[in-house]
């Protein structure tokens, strides 16, 4: 049961970490989330189905839209959320792939020679590179990081094949590595997919690489459910107890409960 697995992996993060926001979309709606401010809000749907969050994006070519979750207090986190793809939409004329990731929002960095502006995101995603496949699954190979503008690509660990209304565990952190430095790894259930390294930059004497996270689709249909966030700053939140603002005091911080084990899938 995947369910058995999230849970477990909570109760083990819970000793660890400050923090743990969930949301199971139990409760049939996505309150707290909001379209991403970095990307096209207006090319996307997204409604809550069988307790799944249901993110459709078709016709578009550029990046794609995301929605997304949490404020500046965030720091040194782990995203994790299950998902499953439904159905692949042609790519466009610009030869844009379907794709779906996960994002975590990164102050202001730097990478090589490329300084990253003010509240950009950096995301792992995976991109159909057969795009004849169609709606019989996706080959992905590795993992690709966001950094926008510029797409850069991860350590080449293999190509793997995401089947149809198969569901995945796709998973994003941050934590620090020294003075300055942050390392990003993800993974897609137990297979690693990449890791790599963004220098800080200190205002203050203090790390910036702050923010939410996001979910991510272009041209395609896919479901996502169990979102997973951990880390020092982050709230201990069910999102289906979600009444007013994710920043709360700690005093009013909600406890983490969890409904139901849902069916195997």
Not at 55 to 78: H, Q, R, V
Not at 80 to 106: E, N, V, Y
Not at 199 to 208: S, V
Request: a negative charge; proline letters at 5%.
């Amino acid at each position: 049961m995947k369910w058995i697995s999230i849970f477990l992996a909570v109760l083990i993060s819970s000793s660890l970490w400050a923090g743990t926001l969930t949301d199971d979309f139990e409760d049939g709606d996505f309150d707290g989330w909001r379209p991403s401010r970095f990307l096209f809000p207006e090319h996307a749907e997204w409604t809550v189905e069988q307790g799944e969050l249901v993110f459709t994006s078709k016709n578009f070519c550029y990046e794609g839209p995301a929605l997304g979750i949490g404020d500046e207090t965030w720091s040194d986190y782990e995203f994790s959320a299950q998902f499953s793809l439904k159905r692949t939409f042609s790519i466009c004329s610009g030869g844009w792939m379907p794709a779906l990731g996960i994002a975590i929002d990164s102050d202001v960095a730097q990478t090589g020679t490329m300084k990253l502006e003010k509240n950009q995101w950096v995301g792992v995603y995976l991109s159909n590179q057969e795009p004849h496949r169609g709606n019989d699954g996706w080959k992905t190979k590795g993992c690709e990081v966001w950094l926008p503008p510029v797409y850069q690509r991860g350590p080449d660990r293999g190509s793997f094949i995401i089947e149809p209304k198969k569901w995945y565990t796709l998973k994003i952190r941050s934590s620090p590595i020294g003075a300055i430095t942050t390392l990003y790894d993800a993974s897609i259930d137990d297979t690693p997919l990449c890791e790599f390294e963004l220098k800080t930059i200190l205002k203050e004497g203090k790390r910036l690489n702050t923010g939410g996270a996001a979910l991510y689709v272009r041209n395609a249909e896919v479901r996502f459910d169990n979102v997973v966030i951990t880390g020092e700053n982050i709230p201990n939140l069910d999102m289906n107890e979600f009444v007013s603002e994710l920043s709360v005091s700690p005093a009013a911080k909600l406890t983490t409960t969890w409904g139901e084990l849902k069916a195997n899938r």
